[in-house]
């Protein structure tokens, strides 16, 4: 699969693959928008350390600075329709929220945590699987203002992709080999997704205390 990913790296269309991915995944989080991310990073390090080896044209090498303002541009943008979505969307919609609930759950606490000014829990949630999702329809269902949740989206936007970029491209700069490196970023960036999970399902302090 790697070597799959590695190849499209060095198409000029990575960046409209990247930042597609990663507006979609918000409504299909099974795209692997961190795997490419991840990957363009890792091949990026690889051509500036490759040295005497023959490496992709400069012009087909992903650019870091490029690639991490896509993907938070990306990631931003992605939560806004997801947010415009749930906050315009018709009964059925509400229906389908109403049906699941870990967004109902969702909606309680991001409820209290944007009016209380602190949207640490949407910086969290974007590195849990599907809390992308879970945190954008629920802030958007429950009627929350744009001033209280999108700058609290470009800051997880920003986390995701800084942290998604510095993996691929440094860890294959200290690892020395381009699908290692990228191995085992995908394997952090999955170990972050998990604390995250646990952090998002953890009971807020005052719940946890009157149960």
């Known amino acids: 699969m790697f070597e799959t990913l590695g190849s499209l790296t060095a198409s ?3 960046y409209a693959l990247v930042a597609a991915s990663i507006v979609l995944d918000v409504f299909l989080p099974v795209l692997p928008s961190g795997v490419l991310v991840i990957t363009a990073a890792a091949a990026a390090a690889a051509a500036g350390a490759a040295g005497p080896v023959p490496v992709p044209a400069p012009e087909q ?6 690639l ?7 990631s931003v943008l992605g939560d806004m329709a997801a947010f415009r979505l749930a906050r315009h969307g018709g009964a059925r919609l509400d229906r389908a929220i109403a049906r699941s609930r870990r ?17 640490a829990l949407v910086v969290i949630a974007r ?4 809390g992308r999702s879970v945190v954008s329809l629920g802030a958007g269902k429950t ?10 989206s470009v800051l997880a936007g920003m986390a995701w992709a800084g942290y998604s970029v510095a993996l691929g491209y440094f860890g294959t700069q200290w690892l020395g080999t ?10 952090a960036l ?13 009971p807020a302090p005052a719940a946890a205390s009157a149960a």
């Open 12 to 14: 000029p269309w990575i």
């Open 61 to 66: 090498v992903p650019d870091i600075l490029l």
């Open 68 to 74: 991490l303002v896509i993907a938070t541009s990306a």
């Open 103 to 119: 967004l109902t759950r969702a909606h309680e606490r991001l409820g209290t945590a944007l009016a209380r000014g602190g949207g």
């Open 127 to 130: 590195f849990a699987p599907a």
């Open 143 to 152: 009627q929350r203002k744009v001033a209280e949740f999108l700058p609290w």
């Open 178 to 187: 381009q699908w290692l490196g990228t191995a085992l970023s995908v394997v």
């Open 190 to 202: 999955f170990a972050a997704g998990a604390l995250a999970a646990f952090l998002v399902r953890r």
